[in-house]
């Protein structure tokens, strides 16, 4: 089961004194978690509650006398503190785990008794959070896993909490693998914070998404007070006067000053005290976080490139970011700008490329490398669905406009066309400038995107295949989509609308033999030009089907 058994059983017996290590018996060795995490439980309960509690209880004012209604509040809220203390209790009684010289074990389980192992060799990372309650009592939360693409609860044993001492030593002592090939000399302080960075903050798309939501709270908080007339005549009387263009603008520009403030703020929380080092045996650890703190690590022997990211804002500053590309990597916070797999924030993109370097142990980071250029057909392939997708609202909203006979819709018709179309224009041939590939020693390095720049650095030694895909219009202008496949990451990364004779070129010289077999070549003796016009023909393996109309192969 990839190193992983889990069974049903008995519970664990309860412990035999106030230490953590449970002793006597055959089953020696184990540990019991920190009996602290009740005082946790009852703050986050208790906080839980009355956030939830105290607007239910003020909806009721005006309505029916308010002695009763608080003290049914209270004593609810005190059966539901208890009942969840007593379901950590519970919890806390039947957890144990066991750190061996073969497994690290964890039984758990009120009604049903597990009884987990994680094969030590197969174990890959082990996390360390933990929030402000955590912090304040001196634990930790640790996350074992084992680095593999199945579910969270399948490939991760969560201790929470113990000792930070303790996980400490539990992550010393499961990392403590030395890696082939790596360098002693490499190890120490890779980055570390620059307050400067935090300009970078509003530039994410962050903020636009605290600022609606900072909108969506006014009124909701305002709903459950039963003042939400109020607020709206209030904002209309501001802005009286004013008209409905400028109302909006004001608005919208106040609900960015809010996004940002926020931004900010969750940059500083979630950043400081960031630090990047590489630990002996080869493990890179990512330490950050203000109140609630992260260390994260990741070895080396996982590694397979890395992702420098430029999203929009961020690129027009001159910053980027730097993930990892690396097997096993968590895909919940895949679109966080703090995800698991994170190395360095918005930094100068310069800062960027050094930390990259120093990350694959290369003199020059391969995301620096010069790129070849796509033709002019992906050039024309982006400005015609571009203009497509802003011409679409005008055939919706003239039509409408003349049913209904409002001519506002011919006029908001003739304006977002106005608009959209020479932005969209620009975003495409962006978008086409940004197109490259290109090989730099051991790393094939692909870059795509406008509002999400990505150049990617992949080993060659961690493609395990390729993928072409061809449709009617590309294949008409003689352009195909090169994926490059791995088990890391994002588990394809892609050069789109590469000319086909070079695309197929490009991965035969990428990858020497993975394409080979899948390639025809025409004719007798081949000169090295022909050699790059080579057609593609089905292997012997299933290949996936294209869309109708389109061809697609896959490589082994």
Request: positive net charge; proline residues 6%.
């Amino acid at each position: 089961m990839s190193g992983l058994a889990e069974s049903v059983g008995r519970a664990a017996p309860g412990p035999a004194g106030p230490g953590d290590a449970v002793p006597g018996g055959p089953d020696t060795g184990w540990r019991r978690l920190d009996r602290r995490s009740l005082l946790i439980t009852v703050q986050m309960t208790g906080g839980v509650v009355t956030a939830v509690g105290l607007p239910v209880t003020l909806s009721f004012q005006g309505w029916v006398p308010m002695g009763p209604v608080i003290a049914w509040a209270v004593g609810l809220s005190l059966l539901l503190i208890a009942g969840g203390v007593g379901l950590d209790a519970l919890r806390l009684r039947h957890s144990r785990y066991r750190i061996g010289p073969d497994r690290a074990e964890l039984r758990s389980g009120i009604l049903f008794a597990k009884h987990r192992s994680l094969s030590r060799e197969r174990i890959r990372s082990v996390d360390l959070v933990a929030h402000p309650l955590l912090r304040l009592l001196g634990l930790v939360e640790v996350r074992i896993g084992t680095g593999e693409q199945s579910s969270a609860q399948e490939a991760t044993l969560e201790l929470r909490p113990v000792r930070r001492a303790e996980g400490e030593r539990l992550r010393r002592e499961l990392l403590s693998r030395a890696a082939p090939g790596t360098a002693p000399d490499a190890e120490g302080t890779l980055a570390s914070l620059d307050v400067r960075w935090i300009r970078y903050a509003p530039l994410s798309f962050v903020t636009s998404a605290l600022a609606a939501a900072v909108g969506g709270a006014v009124m909701q908080v305002s709903e459950w007070f039963g003042v939400q007339e109020e607020v709206i005549e209030r904002v209309g009387d501001a802005f009286r006067g004013m008209s409905v263009a400028g109302m909006v603008l004001a608005l919208v520009a106040g609900a960015l000053a809010a996004g940002s403030v926020g931004a900010l703020g969750l940059w500083v929380e979630m950043w400081w005290g960031y630090r990047l080092e590489r630990e002996p045996g080869g493990t890179l650890r990512v330490r950050r976080g203000l109140l609630t703190t992260r260390s994260v690590s990741l070895e080396e022997a996982r590694l397979r490139g890395v992702d420098v990211v430029e999203p929009l804002g961020l690129r027009l500053s001159g910053a980027a970011r730097v993930d990892a590309v690396a097997t096993g990597l968590s895909r919940r916070d895949e679109e966080d700008q703090a995800g698991p797999g994170t190395l360095l924030p918005a930094a100068p993109r310069r800062r960027a490329d050094e930390v990259a370097a120093r990350v694959l142990r290369e003199p020059v980071t391969p995301t620096a490398a010069p790129l070849t250029p796509h033709p002019r057909a992906a050039r024309t392939r982006r400005v015609r669905w571009a203009v497509s997708a802003a011409l679409a609202p005008a055939p919706v909203l003239l039509p409408l406009g003349a049913l209904t006979g409002v001519p506002v819709l011919a006029y908001l018709a003739a304006g977002t066309t106005a608009v959209l179309v020479p932005v969209a224009v620009a975003l495409a041939r962006d978008a086409y400038r940004g197109l490259g590939h290109a090989l730099a020693g051991d790393y094939l390095v692909v870059r795509s995107g406008t509002l999400r720049r990505s150049t990617v650095a992949l080993r060659r030694a961690g493609v395990i295949g390729w993928t072409v895909k061809q449709s009617v219009l590309q294949r008409r202008a003689g352009l195909v989509t090169l994926s490059a496949t791995t088990a890391a990451g994002a588990q394809a990364y892609a050069a789109y609308d590469v000319a086909e004779a070079e695309g197929l070129a490009f991965a035969e010289r990428a990858v020497p033999g993975l394409l080979g077999p899948f390639l025809e070549r025409a004719g007798a003796p081949e000169t090295a030009r022909s050699a790059q016009r080579r057609s593609v023909s089905a292997s012997s393996r299933p290949c996936a089907r294209g869309r109708p109309g389109g061809r697609r192969w896959s490589g082994p």
